[in-house]
């Protein structure tokens, strides 16, 4: 049973544009969150995290929403860069629990 | 600085040859770790993980093993591949701040 779910397993988005990835979660007792990076052939990089007591979190280009009670969280990558193609995974955890990792959405900026 | 290293980065093997696959973390002591497996099109899928020496939980019933003979090495074994082993496997580590796991680069096997 799949915890954690990125509906989208690819998306295009126009160089300078606004990237939104998705990501859904079944567990309300999930208290972190964090977005990775991955290229091919390389290990993920983490990229941005949020704790459950915030709503919002700011990294330069990037913002991580987080919406509890639809059990929702989103990255925003702004402006998009050729660089930020990619696959993006999201991940979540409880209390001292291991990550738990969403499928994955390939991103691909057009130049 | 903490590093990660594993090997090979790519591995071809026939059906029913065994396997290793070997991770070492270097600046730190009593890492967590972690072995995934990326399969084609599928998300990262959790396989063992480590919180210490001899220390092993595995998290889906397969025809792999891991062991932890160091502190901080992380084997990945098989006595004889199947093709459905065949993905994308990838070490991570863990310290005290379990928030972030930072992984290795990943190994490339392909079972033929």
């Known amino acids: 049973d799949q915890q954690v779910k990125q509906n989208s397993p690819s998306l295009s988005v126009q160089e300078g544009r606004i990237s939104i990835l998705n990501c859904d979660y079944t567990n309300s007792m999930f208290d972190y969150f964090l977005w990775y990076k991955k290229y091919p052939a390389e290990g993920p990089t983490f990229l941005i995290s949020?704790?459950?007591?915030?709503d919002k979190n700011e990294d330069g280009r990037f913002t991580v929403f987080l919406n509890k009670s639809a059990k929702h969280l989103s990255l925003h990558i702004v402006p998009s860069q050729p660089g930020d193609s990619a696959v993006y995974f999201c991940?979540?955890?409880?209390?001292?629990?291991?990550?738990?990792f969403g499928t994955g959405t390939r991103l691909t900026i057009i130049p | 600085s903490q590093t990660i290293h594993q090997w090979p980065a790519t591995l071809v093997q026939p059906v029913g040859s065994p396997l290793s696959l070997e991770c070492t973390v270097e600046?730190?002591?009593?890492?967590?770790l972690y072995w995934y497996r990326q399969a084609a099109g599928r998300g990262l899928q959790l396989l063992f993980y480590?919180?210490?020496?001899?220390?092993i939980s595995s998290e889906v019933p397969q025809n792999l093993s891991a062991s932890r003979p160091q502190d901080r090495q992380f084997i990945l074994s098989s006595k004889k591949l199947l093709l459905s082993d065949s993905g994308f496997y990838l070490c991570a580590w863990s310290g005290t701040r379990l928030n972030e796991q930072f992984f290795g680069p990943g190994t490339r096997l392909t079972v033929l």
């Open positions: 949020i704790s459950s007591i915030k």
């Open positions: 480590s919180v210490g020496i001899g220390q």
């Open positions: 991940a979540v955890r409880r209390g001292n629990e291991k990550l738990t």
């Open positions: 600046g730190t002591s009593n890492p967590n």
